[in-house]
DNA sequence: TAGATTGTTAATCGATTAACAATC
DNA sequence: TAGATTGTTAATCGATTAACAATC
């Protein structure tokens, strides 16, 4: 069982490893990989291990064969359907990155309780009342739900997802979720992410007013 | 120098305190707080040392005076000011959030190339080109930057950020930034995290189709 | 007082990095 | 071969939790 840190690297892995792909077919070292997903050379080679994809001595990690494993190991092929709870600001942006014709990691339903935004069509997702939510998941084979509903209303759409057999939850509502020991559930509190810049941009180690030896000199 | 973690959790306690406090002024124990924050209470007890705060055995915190010393470490009074690159849904929807009149933590610029975009109000927000963004950034003393663009422009506004003095950056877009030492860098990819739920979705130790003991005997 | 909680340090736990023989 | 990189383990580092005297 990789940890959360690992299954985050490989899935960054994955996307920096589409781009060298772009640039024409070939191998990749730990210590480059390394650079682009700012970890340790070593990190990454212990993700390999985990992976179980085996790199050559001196001539480091066939990319496409990479990427394969990686997603292999993700386990894409499944092609999981998610859907999407609370058609604000923030249901519309994931909505029109993540619904449509994506092979993987497909939006395919999102719901609301606002009468103006369901049953109709948004950013390629048809948009369902919130009542609706456990039929249609057991109809599309839902698994994975999208939390965008104000806090107030989180742990209800929490009961209702897992009524409707979700096994995992990106929550975006400030609320910890009580959900049954089966369901993950991952947190993103976009005012926490803003807040902790906000204090580290003021209390960084280096300070623009106190500029280090280097930039004395000059 | 507190720690990051340390840092979110802060910000996560008061918000949870003002939670605490719309039901009426009272005293929170550190196993609440714990409970809510899905942390330990020596956890929190550790916290409150790092903020200084000091509660009384047997009677806990004063929620109030929490939240007030929460605030005063987090360093709120200064009220940064923030400004925001990339005016596309995801930009939207932050702007709807954090624009406007709220106290701290204000968006007070928006940026993008697009000419359709510019030189109007975006959810309470005035859209600049992007072209003047260090003259804006230095007029109204701008010191955080929120960068919502394509990975492939996400280098060049946080140089033109980074030019215009910024000292911490919230990068939405997958790609690992370069900037000054000085220049404190948080990325937060929605796409990892969506992939981080689906993978433990279908990954979770305890599955669905392999009932715990309590869940067979039943 | 007795009971519960705090402040504080030590112990534990997990994640990251360093090191090095094996190998192409 | 020589040089660089990999696979793998040990060491390090930091974060979290456990423990307990002090205290209200």
């Known amino acids: 069982m990789p940890s959360e840190k690992t299954v985050e690297r490989l899935s960054l892995y994955r996307y920096l490893l589409y781009g060298i792909l772009a640039d024409g077919e070939r191998n990749v070292f730990s210590h480059e990989l390394a650079g682009m997903a700012a970890v340790s050379p070593a990190q990454v080679r212990q993700d390999m291990m985990v992976l179980g994809y085996s790199g050559s001595p001196n001539q480091g990690y066939e990319v496409g064969k990479l990427i394969a494993s990686i997603t292999e190991f993700l386990d894409d092929a499944h092609g999981r359907n998610m859907a999407l709870v609370g058609v604000g600001n ?71 997802l897992c009524e409707g057999g979700v096994r995992g939850i990106l ?28 204090y580290f941009a003021h209390h960084s180690p280096v300070r623009l007013e106190t500029p280090s030896r280097e930039e004395a000199k000059v």
């Open 171 to 198: 929550n975006f509502a400030p609320y910890r979720l009580q959900v049954p020991d089966h369901v993950y559930v991952s947190n993103l509190n976009i005012t926490v992410a803003l807040e902790k810049v906000a």
């Open 90 to 160: 923030l249901g519309r942006a994931i909505l029109s990155n993540f619904a449509g014709q994506r092979s993987r990691l497909q939006i395919v339903a999102a719901f609301d309780v606002d009468w103006q935004i369901v049953n109709r069509m948004v950013h390629g997702c048809w948009c369902y009342p919130l009542d609706k939510l456990s039929g249609v998941m057991r109809d599309q084979d839902i698994t994975v739900g999208i939390i965008c509903v104000p806090p107030a209303a989180a742990q209800e759409v929490a009961d209702a």
